[in-house]
């Protein structure tokens, strides 16, 4: 029999997981409560499809549609994360849902379709490989042996963190992390969302995420949630205040998710996604990550651009300026209503 392409629905959530933890190109990302997180911290249509033969699971697909006045409209796998695309068994399976995309494009009146693959795929969509990269390395077995693993001068800065007598603990709520994740981006000139966003994962994730949080004395200075899937940690939102910069308080937080992540027994730390020629590029490297570029892909409808939506477009350069000035209160009040538009 061939594959026939439907909705995901509740029943079968835990077979949609079950198929994502079990198909090597599976990711966090592609898990089923992305879908409650996203319909319910940002409002936006969910098209989550899967893809059964004689009764079992081939493929999936979670897909949304992000919608703003500023920003249009795409359908993207999936909205607020690093990976996504269709994930298949079979041949048949993986044309059935890029098909579904397909069609909905046009039903849906998007700019665009993007599928965010971790890996290569080959497929006639528009590529963009120019602008994303990851940044993915093994742990190692032993503190001391992760530790010897960090390149010198990177080394010496968590080592200062150290002297410095840091400490970091495991938070259950949010709270902290957003204080500390707003004044961060802010100060990079992006837009924070909103702490409902948080409340959700955690929620949502509760048995897959952790947030590591650094104290200075008693004082927080760096908070990251963490994201946990198959022998891999991903931390994923983090930040520090201006206090965290003169005491190395980033450097000895993502040490401390290394570290405690290793002594649990995984395999892989996964530092993210990152733009070319960021700080944030610069950073990881510096941890002796070597990056790998990230392969999306795009459907566009007749005469639309390629989504742009990203700080290194010279469009933003004024605004991002702007935003770093703004007053705390003012950029937490109107951030979530911009960035739950960009995707």
């Not at 994740?181 to 959700?200: D, H, I, K, M």
Request: glycine letters at 10%; hydrophobic letters at 45%.
């Amino acid at each position: 029999m061939g594959v026939v392409c439907k909705p995901l629905d509740e029943a079968a959530e835990p077979a949609w997981d079950a198929f994502v933890n079990a198909m090597p190109e599976g990711t966090f990302f592609h898990l089923s409560g992305w879908r409650r997180v996203i319909a319910r911290a940002f409002g936006h249509s969910t098209h989550y499809v899967l893809t059964e033969r004689d009764g079992a699971i081939t493929g999936v697909l979670p897909l949304a549609l992000v919608s703003s006045r500023l920003f249009g409209r795409t359908l993207i796998s999936s909205p607020f994360c690093v990976y996504g695309g269709p994930v298949a068994a079979d041949a048949e399976s993986a044309a059935a849902l890029t098909a579904h995309a397909e069609t909905l494009l046009g039903r849906t009146g998007a700019a665009a379709v993007e599928f965010r693959h971790l890996h290569p795929v080959e497929s006639d969509w528009t590529a963009r490989p120019d602008l994303y990269v990851t940044f993915r390395k093994p742990l190692l077995a032993g503190e001391e042996a992760n530790m010897a693993a960090i390149p010198r001068k990177q080394r010496a800065m968590v080592r200062k963190g150290i002297q410095n007598g840091l400490t970091s603990v495991l938070d259950s709520s949010p709270s902290r992390l957003w204080r500390i994740y707003a004044e961060s981006v802010r100060n990079l000139g992006t837009p924070v969302f909103a702490r409902r966003y948080f409340e959700l994962l955690m929620e949502t994730f509760r048995d897959q995420a952790d947030i590591v949080t650094v104290l200075d004395g008693e004082t927080p200075v760096a908070a990251v949630m963490n994201f946990y899937f198959r022998g891999e940690v991903l931390p994923y939102y983090g930040g520090g205040t201006a206090a965290a910069r003169g005491r190395a308080g980033n450097d000895f937080m993502y040490w401390e998710v290394m570290r405690r992540a290793a002594a649990r027994g995984l395999a892989l730390f996964d530092f993210g996604r990152s733009k070319l020629g960021t700080g944030a590029f610069s950073f990881k490297k510096n941890w002796g990550f070597a990056p790998a570029p990230l392969h999306y892909r795009y459907k566009l409808s007749p005469g639309a651009a390629l989504p742009d939506h990203n700080p290194l477009n010279p469009k933003y350069r004024l605004f991002i300026a702007a935003w770093k000035r703004l007053p705390l209160p003012v950029a937490n009040l109107i951030g979530p209503h911009i960035v739950r538009g960009i995707g």
